[in-house]
């Protein structure tokens, strides 16, 4: 095949870091200047990044085929649905779309992690197909069992009795209220990617975060198993009644027989559901049509005259004088709205059950709005209609011995005056079967009903996937191990044995789940994150923020101690969990919010001047591997309180595989921070012009807006001393030029600067990312707490007050010198004024409320070096004398004779008067321009720090840090 070559000029650079002999930031396995900044602790406020132009570069002969001149649109891969996946899907493997380095490259390379057939196709073993539901099988069926169920065929006309058939109607619309504005938000909720299985904890974990999805989940599966205890306990009391009917007792004809009776009917579903849910659903199915058949049953019963029986327990058939009687409220036996309200309200708690088995629905985004909100209107017209009948044709009590029709007014009982009346409303809970056309149609479909309400609760997938729980079994792959929990929670409750005392607790339970769900869809509406794009376009989130409220309200209105119980225990979870602090993340609306909140906090910061009362020390470490300690050296500096970048200037030319390593590097430093317990972000960059243009170019564009380093930390470089005074090499000097140009573009633009010399007494180490992974920290092994520490603080030139501020810092709690004692040195040339300027120092101190425990001036500075010093310098600098960039020539020596002896007098003073310090900190000397090079500029710090403590040098920008005003 024939092929064309084309001469193609464009400036393509080219990243050789093998050559470069500049300081490596990166964590190259290669290099070994890594350890060129082993001595760590040196402040600098270095800002941003600077891009600077590529380099022109010869024309490169590239060759192209002409029958592949097509290459790029080959590689590139249309949109598929593929790509969005997380996992797996009916056995394929997940599709990858072309990573840049595929479209650059032209060709795409095979994932490691896929096996594939004779054919090329990827392949895996296909899981077996489960059994998915629609919208009217796995939502509008199974609420409606969940909603008609006890409370409509054994207490509604209790309902009915206390609050009549006006107040009753608004009670069950203001239930009614409460479960559609929750389902308006579920159907956003649900509609706003696709739904997993876990029901309300998936909904609510993925919105609002693990914290408050895993404490309402909890909650919400207690409040479920709480629900099968309710259904089987009103399940129980018809079979008790129907047995002491017949003369038959288990053990008392009360309570201790519903009990038995429950557990019993609880070890009958318990067999059902392991059987699998597909038998449960189609049992459920058959279950529907007698609860059809017994509401209709009792629909045609009130038309019909009433018999003699039916009239002794206080039937009436229409009757005016009835409806008038019924038709406003009359609470009795200490009840009240609310209280009524909270045995009323579990039979508004079936909306959830769609959502519980979202899993098992083969589209759960239209499925779950569908079924719950038809569900919803459907019991609410059937409450409605069998309250309105039950007010109409039933009085509120009855003795059982006269028929109501036949006293002259309807509450004229003498039962009634004393409330021992055995039939009517009040008293009577089997008022749907003994007006039903067939009475055993009632009995039927109570059973049927509460059966399958029962059954529903009890196979819902309701718990969190905790490890052990989570265990499937079967074709249907059912965690029955999460089963067996639910049976022994709703077994124990069944053992109070009382549906008006089991109600309320439920009801509190699923109002606090329904709070949850509201906020929910206000919070992450509100957060304004582009991801919140739900299908069901019929929600507000005011509306929704309005449900959560309208939910609190009634939670503390129905029993407030009830109430703050429920909210105590979400808090602990919700404060375990938060404590846990479980290393996910589903982009919850609290995430955007957090940016939406940071970023209009970031607006508002900006918009107010600095002061200096609010100055924090905003530190850029110049972090490598060789010197893991500084993040932790500042973050003792910042507790927390302020910003600290950790960042890296690796020596690449800018591309795709370049970003990529820098961004393995950014997690891995993220990993190590959070080991350490360093709050601190991680920040990489490349730069094809060397180590110190990179550091320039952060030092003038890190930070955004009041968040820009001020300081700039870096490690005292060591390894630049020559041995056996041999001559440097060129790259040797290079390295060195490039370290004492980023300390004077710091000085150049205003950064505060701080080295740190090698930390004698604490060795640094390395932060193993497979000790990060088992949550070792390694803060304490690399700065031990010390107690009754002491800095010195050498405050030789005024810079603003930073070189005492940082010291000041270190003192405080949470730092390893905390409670550490502060002794301040300074210098005077003229010992007669020893005695004020001390005074003059300690007022300062005392405006700056600043504690320390000594003062000293020190008036010999200017006093002549000792011999043995000034042979031990010029032994330091004798390998780099001469006139090259960098060396250090006699007329630069000369000219700087006064500093250098300055420095070294410094050097003996430290040594005299520090040796035992815990730390030093110390004004970094300025390198002036054209009167000192870097190798005499490095003689100098290395002569400062040379046996000594760790030490901090230091120099402020010149501007005030401190102040006394107020």
Not at 822 to 840: H, W
Not at 863 to 870: A, F, R, V
Request: glycine share 8%.
């Amino acid at each position: 095949m024939e092929s064309r070559k084309e001469s193609i000029e464009d400036e393509i650079s080219f990243g050789d870091s093998a050559n470069s002999s500049a300081p490596k930031w990166s964590r190259s396995d290669s290099t070994e200047s890594l350890n060129t900044f082993d001595k760590s602790g040196v402040d600098f406020a270095l800002p941003t990044r600077i891009f600077e132009r590529k380099r022109p570069t010869p024309p490169v002969v590239i060759e192209v085929d002409e029958e592949k001149d097509d290459t790029e649109e080959s590689v590139e891969a249309p949109p598929d649905i593929d790509f969005y996946r997380k996992n797996t899907l009916n056995g394929r493997l997940k599709r990858s779309r072309p990573s840049i380095s595929d479209l650059i490259d032209g060709q795409i390379q095979p994932s490691n992690n896929e096996e594939s057939n004779d054919d090329g196709q990827s392949k895996v073993e296909a899981p077996k197909e489960q059994k998915k539901f629609g919208w009217i099988e796995g939502v509008f069926i199974r609420c409606l069992q969940n909603i008609i169920g006890v409370i409509l065929f054994i207490r509604i006309s209790w309902v009915t009795a206390h609050c009549g058939i006006l107040l009753g109607s608004l009670l069950i619309l203001l239930a009614s209220s409460v479960t559609i504005v929750t389902t308006l938000s579920l159907s956003a909720i649900c509609t706003n990617g696709e739904v997993k299985g876990g029901g309300l904890y998936y909904l609510i974990s993925r919105t609002l975060g693990p914290e408050f999805g895993g404490s309402i989940g909890i909650m919400f599966a207690f409040g479920n198993a709480a629900s099968g205890a309710l259904y089987l306990v009103g399940m129980s009391e018809t079979i008790v009644g129907i047995l002491n009917a017949t003369g038959i007792v288990i053990v008392d004809g009360g309570i201790n027989d519903i009990r038995i009776v429950a557990v019993v009917m609880a070890f009958i579903l318990k067999s059902i559901i392991l059987a699998g849910i597909s038998f449960e659903s189609l049992l459920q199915k058959l279950m529907l049509f007698p609860m059809a058949v017994s509401i209709l049953g009792f629909l045609a019963g009130s038309i019909l005259p009433i018999s003699p029986d039916q009239a002794l327990k206080g039937a009436t058939g229409w009757n005016l004088s009835t409806i008038s009687s019924n038709i406003f409220p009359r609470f009795e036996h200490g009840q009240g709205f609310f209280s009524v309200f909270a045995v009323y309200f579990p039979a508004a708690t079936g909306i959830m059950a769609g959502a519980n088995i979202s899993g098992d629905l083969k589209n759960p985004q239209t499925a779950i709005p569908k079924g719950t909100m038809l569900a919803i209107i459907a019991s609410t017209l059937i409450y409605l209609t069998v309250l309105i009948v039950s007010g109409s044709i039933f009085v509120r009590d009855a003795d059982g011995i006269s028929p109501a029709l036949s006293f002259p007014s309807i509450d004229a009982m003498s039962c009634a005056a004393n409330a021992t009346c055995p039939y009517g409303l009040y008293n009577y809970y089997q008022v749907m079967a003994t007006i039903s056309i067939m009475p055993s149609l009632i009995i039927i479909g109570m059973l049927s009903s509460t059966f399958s309400s029962a059954l529903a609760v009890s196979t819902d997938k309701l718990f969190p996937r905790i490890s052990g729980l989570a265990k499937e079994y079967g074709r249907d792959r059912a965690p029955r191990r999460a089963y067996a929990l639910t049976f022994i929670i709703t077994v124990l409750m069944a053992g109070i044995g009382d549906l008006n005392s089991i109600a309320p607790i439920i009801s509190n339970f699923f109002l606090a789940a329904y709070t949850l769900v509201n906020y929910s869809c206000f919070d992450a509406s509100f957060s304004g994150s582009p991801g919140f794009r739900p299908a069901f376009k019929y929600y507000s989130m005011y509306l929704s923020l309005f449900g959560a409220l309208f939910c609190i309200v009634i939670m503390f209105t129905m029993n407030w101690v009830t109430a703050l119980i429920t909210t105590t225990v979400f808090m602990m979870i919700f404060g375990f969990l938060k404590y846990r602090k479980p290393d996910v993340n589903w982009g919850s609306s609290m995430h955007a919010n957090n940016y939406k909140q940071t970023l209009q906090g970031m607006h508002r910061l900006a918009k107010a001047d600095e002061h200096v009362k609010n100055y924090r020390p905003q530190i850029l470490v110049l972090s490598s591997p060789s010197s893991p300690h500084l993040p932790i050296f500042a973050h003792s500096i910042t507790r927390g309180a302020s910003l600290i970048i950790s960042a890296t200037v690796d020596e690449l030319a800018p591309s795709h595989r370049t970003h990529s390593h820098l961004r393995v590097w950014m997690d891995e430093e993220r990993r190590r921070l959070r080991a350490a317990g360093v709050r601190a972000f991680p920040l990489a960059m490349s730069s094809e012009g060397g180590w110190s243009s990179g550091v320039k170019a952060m030092m003038q564009t890190v930070g955004l807006g009041r968040l820009v380093p001020n300081i700039v930390l870096i490690g005292l470089k060591t390894d630049w001393i020559q041995q056996n005074e041999k001559t440097p090499t060129q790259e040797k000097m290079k390295e060195i030029n490039e370290y004492f140009a980023v300390i004077q573009a710091a000085f150049d633009r205003s950064l505060a600067k701080k080295l740190l010399n090698p930390l004698n007494k604490v060795q640094p180490v390395e932060l193993e990312v497979d000790n990060i992974q088992k949550g070792v920290s390694t803060v304490s092994s690399l700065f031990p707490p010390i107690k009754g520490g002491t800095i010195d603080v050498w405050w030789l030139a005024d810079d603003g007050g930073l070189t005492l501020l940082i010291p000041h810092l270190l003192t405080l709690p949470k730092s390893y010198l905390a409670g550490a004692n502060l002794r301040v040195f300074s210098l005077t040339s003229d010992s007669s004024r020893e005695k004020k300027q001390e005074a003059a120092m300690a007022a300062l101190l005392s405006k700056f409320r600043i504690s320390f425990k000594d003062l000293l001036i020190i008036n010999d500075v200017s006093t002549q070096p000792s011999k043995e010093t000034e042979a031990e310098f010029n032994s330091l600098i004798a390998p780099f004398r001469g006139n090259g960039e960098g060396m250090i020539s006699d007329l630069l020596l000369k000219a700087s004779t006064a500093k250098t002896r300055r420095n070294l007098r410094l050097a003996e003073l430290l040594r005299e008067k520090s040796s035992e310090a815990h730390l030093i900190v110390m004004t970094l000397p300025v390198p002036r321009k054209g009167l000192v090079c870097s190798t005499l500029y490095l003689s100098w710090l290395e002569m400062l720090t040379r046996g000594l403590p760790p030490t901090h040098l230091i120099r402020g920008n010149q501007t005030d840090v401190l102040t006394f005003y107020s």
